[in-house]
């Protein structure tokens, strides 16, 4: 069972198991809301989609998350957009040292 812990500006954030889901309330559930593992998680999802924020140092799952929440097409499509080409440039390689 989940409780409603934040609800405000048309996003709730709701305490679910050992994490919480964050909601748009303008969408059907089953189409706006992302699980997370903490709180503060989900306060930056809202924000981000607030303000029309694109973070550029998270990972692909919370890109995915903004998608899912957001209800602003040209926001999806930006968003999207810094997926594809994190996913083409592919993942970068450790260093390593020769000289031993």
Request: proline fraction near 1%.
């Amino acid at each position: 069972m989940a409780t409603k812990i934040y609800d405000k500006q048309g996003f709730s954030i709701l305490r679910a198991g050992d994490g919480f889901i964050v909601y748009n309330n303008n969408k059907a559930f089953k189409e706006g809301h992302s699980h997370l593992r903490n709180y503060s998680a989900c306060i930056r999802v809202i924000y981000c989609i607030r303000h029309k924020k694109i973070p550029k140092r998270t990972s692909f799952y919370f890109l995915q998350s903004l998608i899912r929440v957001a209800s602003d097409e040209d926001y999806k499509a930006k968003v999207q957009a810094l997926i594809d080409v994190r996913v083409q440039k592919g993942k970068k390689r450790g260093y390593y040292n020769n000289r031993f």
